[in-house]
T-cell receptor, first 111, second 116 residues
C-alpha cells in the first residue's frame, strides 16, 4: 500500500505571510497532483508534476516534485484570504488510473 | 457545462436502512470513481469503474456495492447503513484509466451522509 503523508495538517496564518505544505512518501510515484477543495465542493486540480526536481508556478503558488519522485511541496507566497481551503496531494502511477491521496492540509488565511 | 452531478446533496439514514447515491457525468469520460472523505483521512477510494461494463474494489469497499449503469452513470449503494459509513461521498470521473501526466480527476460536489 502506498501512503502519502501531508504536513502540517492545519495551518492558520495572517494575510501576507508565506507558507509551505509538504507531501511525503516512501514510495515512488510517476506523477504528483495537487488539488484544492473549498467547503461544500469537490476537489479541483491545481497542478500535476511528473519529472523529478520539476518546479511549476501558478501565480503565487509554487509546486515542486522531489528529485526521487517520493515527495512534493506547495509554497504560497503572500497568502490571501481567498487561498483558504483544503489542499490535497495525490500520487499516481503511469498506466494505472487510481490515485493515492494524502490526508490534506486545512489552510486558513486571516485578513 | 454540468460536469459531474451527484444526488442527493444531503441524506440522513437510520442504521440498517438502504440507499443509493447517484452520479452522472456529461464529459464522455470512460472512468468513474467513488470516494469517501473523513476528517484527517483524505480521500479513500471505495470502488471504481475503469470503463463501461467493469467495476473493481478500491481501498474501502466493505458495506458498499456499485453499478455502472451506462457510460454516464455510476451509482453507489449502501445495503444496510452503519454509523461508520457517516461521511462525505464524492463521485469523480476521468477521461481514461491510464494514469500519467495528463490524467485528471473531475469531482462532483459531494453527498453528506449521516447514519444515526
Amino acid at each position: 500500500t502506498q501512503l502519502l503523508e501531508q504536513s502540517p495538517q492545519f495551518l492558520s496564518i495572517q494575510e501576507g505571510e508565506n507558507l509551505t505544505v509538504y507531501c511525503n512518501s516512501s514510495s515512488v510515484f510517476s506523477s504528483l497532483q495537487w488539488y484544492r477543495q473549498e467547503p461544500g465542493e469537490g476537489p479541483v486540480l491545481l497542478v500535476t508534476v511528473v519529472t523529478g526536481g520539476e518546479v511549476k508556478k501558478l501565480k503565487r503558488l509554487t509546486f515542486q516534485f522531489g528529485d526521487a519522485r517520493k515527495d512534493s511541496s506547495l509554497h504560497i507566497t503572500a497568502a490571501q484570504p481567498g487561498d483558504t481551503g483544503l489542499y490535497l496531494c495525490a500520487g499516481g502511477l503511469n498506466g494505472y488510473g487510481k490515485l493515492t491521496f494524502g490526508q490534506g492540509t486545512i489552510l486558513t488565511v486571516h485578513p | 457545462n454540468a460536469g459531474v452531478t451527484q444526488t442527493p446533496k444531503f441524506q440522513v439514514l437510520k442504521t440498517g436502512q438502504s440507499m443509493t447515491l447517484q452520479c452522472a457525468q456529461d464529459m464522455n469520460h470512460n472512468s468513474m470513481y467513488w470516494y469517501r472523505q473523513d476528517p484527517g483521512m483524505g480521500l479513500r477510494l471505495i470502488y471504481y469503474s475503469a470503463s463501461e461494463g467493469t467495476t473493481d474494489k478500491g481501498e474501502v469497499p466493505n458495506g458498499y456495492n456499485v453499478s455502472r449503469l451506462n457510460k454516464r452513470e455510476f451509482s453507489l449503494r449502501l445495503e444496510s447503513a452503519a454509523p461508520s459509513q457517516t461521511s462525505v461521498y464524492f463521485c469523480a470521473s476521468s477521461e481514461a484509466f491510464r494514469g500519467g501526466p495528463n490524467e485528471k480527476l473531475f469531482f462532483g460536489s459531494g453527498t453528506q451522509l449521516s447514519v444515526l
